[in-house]
């Protein structure tokens, strides 16, 4: 039985910065009291949705289909993204992270 965890982040348009050489959300383990990077946008088991809201906010939902096989444990989900200033217009990084969650 397959399960997943979904994390919803006030988040900016993705235009801003196309990460491609980064990634827009992982998905991390607390192992030996320091995360370790599990799953990134480029994994299948992952799922990055933009939704805009109003007239200058986005929602970034991000979803893991949790496989069979993962080891147990606490995880985390991170968002990183590029806002636009608005007065200056200049490009700004900036990241979200989940609260704790156990898979067992």
Known sequence: ES?????TFWSAHPKNNFMIEGTFLTVEQLVDGAWVVRFDDGAWETKF????VGISESHAIITWDIPEWVQPGTYRVRHFGNYKEILSFKIKPFEGTSSTF???
């Open 3 to 7: 399960a997943d965890v979904s994390a």
């Open 102 to 104: 156990v898979v067992v």
């Open 49 to 52: 949705q933009w939704q805009r």
